[in-house]
């Protein structure tokens, strides 16, 4: 990842967290004093034990060592006022000197531990290499993005300088969030990659045992790495069947985007070509089924609303969701055979055939779109809501993992989808 990216990310991570803190601060028995409280290890200061003892407690499941991404030293009040209110400083201000009036409510605790678990898992997906790494003020941030000629507005330096000074010192490090391969992983809350080693000294029977067990921690699902499970997996309630396998389809297809860019002899120009049998300067139905050898007809799903695709249509069908920079390559009049390689060629045509197959139906009703969305609660369904709904049913996807499926379905390209798009899923 390059660290304009990484910047940028973390700018539109701060900005969903800045929604949830306006969100939290106006629910009417919410108080900063009393949520420290909540949270605190009865020596006031919450600790990374105390507040994932908090998380269980309200049904969400939290390891100590998510929280400790968030809390890297013991909080005090003072810490704990730069994190959970919002970033306007005259608010800050005449919040924390208020009294509080009365206990918090059984639905503000919630809307707290929402709150607070859905900006732990936002920090610990946004994960970078060790060559990527950075500190300065400010001031540097802005002038690195200028000597390398990209461009950042005031309002996205002001998110990344309150996500990643953490301390309040007015320093900017992206150090607690290099990757580190001996990151040690609690098995209960281990994706099964993670678990493989610990898995290994273990006999049959006590791995049986251990599987049947969650150590008494929550009654919520383990989180779990579906992109490495097969389809039997998916043995689980309606409506997370369809919902995984429309995930899964978008991770694939933007997987072999990706494989596609970066083959040498890949050219868009020629593809198109290699499709437009008829040089007439679009793709029709025909064109797509013959190019397949494929019985005709079979690719009238990718057809429904246009019945011939412009090269403009065919580069949005082919475009990666992540912003990857294209060399330019010479268009060739050759067939495609000798232009494309034998797996260059078969790579185009498995992309082909998955873009073709009709997704699954999702059927989402008013009610289920509530659920989803339960995080910003504005009668839109944004990222943010859907990787929330996904971690509270043991799914975890990343960020970027689920804008792919908002992205397919938002037809207005707002960044999130209304009823109307909802039920286009």
Partial sequence: MHLCDFFIECAQIEQKIEQNRQFLIQLPT?????????????????????LSSYLKSQGL?????????????????????????????TLRKVISIQEPKQQLSPETQLALARHLNQQIDLMNSLKTFKNVFFEGTIQDVQKYFKDNLAFISEKELEQISRFLDQQGDGIITTAPFIKKKTDDYDFTFSTPKQAKPNLQSMTTQKKKEHKLTYNGRS????????????????????????LVALMRREIKLNSLKKRLLSQKSFNF??????????????????DYDKFLEQQPGTSKYLFQYKTELQFSDFLNLM?????????NKLFVDKPIEEIFSNSTLQLFKEYLELLQSPPPKLNGSKDLFKLIDSVTRDNYISSTDLQQYLYMNGLRYNASEVSLLINRYDH???????FFEFQDL
């Avoid at 919410?30 to 105390?50: C, M, R, V, W």
């Fill in 269 to 286: 120009l020629d593809a198109f070509k290699a499709l437009d049998r008829n040089s007439n300067g679009y793709i029709t139905m025909q």
């Fill in 219 to 242: 009654n919520k699902k383990p989180i779990q790495d579906l992109n490495n499970r097969d389809d039997n997996y998916l043995s689980i309630e309606s409506p997370l069947i369809p």
């Fill in 61 to 89: 499941l939290c390891t100590e060592q998510e929280c400790s991404i968030f809390i890297q030293k013991p909080f005090k009040y003072v810490d704990f006022l730069r994190t959970i209110l919002p970033s306007d400083q």
């Fill in 319 to 327: 475009m990666p969701n992540e912003n990857i920079q294209i060399s």
């Fill in 30 to 50: 919410f108080h900063p004093y009393k949520a420290f409280l909540e949270l605190q290890d009865g020596n006031n200061k919450i600790t990374t034990t105390s």
């Fill in 412 to 418: 207005n390209r707002d960044g999130k989808l209304c």
